[in-house]
């Protein structure tokens, strides 16, 4: 095995600090697309957690109103059973 001159070991060095160099500065480039997008993602699932809030109030007041519809057929049912009991029973089958 022939050694290495001093120069040739220096090249070497230098070798590696610039394939270092251009590591680093990917993995710097790649951290901040990284951030980048947990960012966007984050806003994503904020914007994602506020429908959902939304949607969520919208059922319940969907279910309130569908409570207060039912009652009112429900006292319709029984005023409309004071003057006629048979269409009440068809009605409710």
């Known amino acids: 095995m022939v050694g290495l001159t001093g120069l040739e070991k220096f090249s070497h060095l230098e070798d590696k600090i610039y394939r270092t160099i251009e590591l680093t500065k990917a993995l710097r480039q790649e951290k901040e697309n990284l951030e980048r997008e947990l960012a966007a993602l984050r806003r994503e699932m904020g914007n994602l957690l506020s429908e959902k809030e939304r949607l969520e109030a919208q059922v319940?007041?969907?279910l309130a109103e569908r409570d207060?519809?039912?009652?009112?057929?429900e006292a319709m049912l029984d005023a409309i059973s004071v003057l006629d009991p048979e269409i009440v029973e068809q009605v409710r089958r």
Do not use: S
């Not at 207060?68 to 057929?73: C, L």
């Open 68 to 73: 207060t519809i039912r009652m009112k057929v």
């Open 60 to 62: 319940e007041r969907l």
